[in-house]
C-alpha cells in the first residue's frame, strides 16, 4: 500500500472546495415582492472565506425574460444566484444590470455568459472598468480568487440619462445618475412593484464609501426621495419602506463629513487632523467604521478643499 501525505496545496485546493460548496448550501434569496428576489451580502470586507459575497444581489422576472441586478463579487456568488434563479423559473435571464464598477457588484457577471444574455450599465461603466479593473483583479487574487473567478463580460447596453427594459409585462426603469458614491451609479426601478434597487447610492448599517463626489451624493439622495416607491433595497443593509427610513443614517453621516470638514478647513487644520478628529461619534452607527471612515474623510477633504 502507497500511503503518501496529501500535498499542502492540495489541502488548500480542498479546503477552497469546500468553502464553495458550505457557501452555495449556504446561498439563499428571499422573494421581497412579487417576482423580485433579494439575496443579501455579509457585512465583511472582501474574502476567499466569503467569496466577495457581501453586496446585496438580486433578480427581477417578468412574463418572457429575468433581469438580474448585480452578481457579486466573484463568479462563484454569481452561479450561486444563477443557480437560484434555475430554480425558480425556465425563462432566460435576458439582461444583467451592474449597478456600478465596484468589485463585490460585478465579477459574478461571468456566471451570466450566454449568447441571450446582456450586460447593462451606466454611461461611465466601461471606462471605470478600464481604468479599475487590474487593480481590483490584483487585490483579489493576493486575497486568493483565481483567474477565473474574476472574468468579465463586455457592456453591451449603455444607459445615457434614462432608459427602459421590458421583461414581458413588466417594463424596468433604469436612470444613470451623476457623480455621488461613483461617476456610474445606476438605480433599477421595477414599474410593477415600485420597488426600487438603489445600488451603492444607498449604504444601510454598513458605512458609506465615497468613491465619487460626496456634495453630489447629497444632491442625489434628494433626487431620491421624489421616487414613489413601496419598497428601497440599498446596495448593502437591509430593505426599506420608506425614504426617510432609508436616507436618514447616510444622509447624517455625509453631511456631518462635510459640515466638520468645512469647518477644520476654515481653521486651516491639516488632513491628519481631519482623519484623526472628524465625525468620530458616527463609530457607534455603522458596521466596518473603522475600515473606511479614515478613507471617507480623506476624501472630503482633498474634495473641499478646493471650495
Ligand atoms: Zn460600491
Redesign the pocket.
Known amino acids: 500500500m502507497n500511503l503518501q501525505m496529501p500535498k499542502l496545496a492540495d489541502v488548500g485546493i480542498l479546503c477552497l472546495a469546500l468553502i464553495y460548496q458550505y457557501a452555495q448550501a449556504q446561498f439563499a434569496v428571499q422573494e421581497i415582492a412579487d417576482g423580485v428576489y433579494l439575496h443579501y451580502g455579509v457585512h465583511e470586507q472582501i474574502s476567499i472565506h466569503n467569496r466577495g459575497d457581501i ?1 446585496n444581489i438580486g433578480f427581477i422576472v417578468g412574463d418572457e425574460f429575468v433581469a438580474v441586478i448585480d452578481t457579486g463579487g466573484s463568479r462563484g456568488v454569481g452561479e450561486s444566484l444563477r443557480r437560484e434563479i434555475e430554480n425558480i423559473t425556465n425563462l432566460p435571464v435576458r439582461y444583467v444590470i451592474l449597478t ?1 464598477a ?1 468589485p ?2 460585478i465579477f459574478g457577471v461571468s456566471a451570466f455568459d450566454s449568447a441571450m444574455t446582456e450586460i447593462v450599465g451606466h454611461k461611465n461603466l466601461n471606462n471605470s472598468l478600464i481604468q479599475r479593473g487590474e487593480f481590483y483583479r490584483d487585490r483579489f487574487i493576493n486575497e486568493g480568487f483565481s483567474e477565473r473567478d474574476l472574468e468579465l463580460l463586455p457592456q453591451k447596453i449603455i444607459v445615457e440619462s434614462e432608459l427602459k427594459l421590458d421583461l414581458g409585462n413588466r417594463q424596468l426603469n433604469l436612470i444613470a445618475v451623476k457623480t455621488s ?2 461617476d456610474n451609479d445606476l438605480l433599477v426601478l421595477d414599474e410593477s412593484t415600485k420597488t426600487i434597487w438603489t ?2 447610492l444607498l449604504f444601510r448599517q454598513r458605512v458609506p ?1 465615497i ?1 465619487g463626489d460626496v456634495l453630489g451624493w447629497l444632491k442625489s439622495m434628494e433626487m431620491l426621495s421624489v421616487y414613489d416607491v413601496n419598497l428601497i433595497v440599498p ?1 448593502h443593509g437591509l430593505v426599506a419602506t420608506s425614504w426617510t427610513e432609508a436616507l436618514a443614517d447616510q444622509k447624517r453621516y455625509l453631511e456631518k463629513l462635510i459640515s466638520e470638514v468645512r469647518e477644520l478647513l476654515s481653521a486651516q487644520g491639516s488632513i491628519q487632523q481631519a482623519v484623526k478628529t472628524i465625525a468620530k461619534d458616527e463609530r457607534d452607527y455603522w458596521l466596518l467604521f473603522d475600515d473606511h471612515h479614515g478613507q471617507n474623510v480623506s476624501r472630503v477633504y482633498t474634495q473641499l478643499e478646493w471650495e
Open positions: 453586496s456600478h465596484h463585490d457588484h458614491h461613483t445600488g451603492d464609501v468613491d446596495g
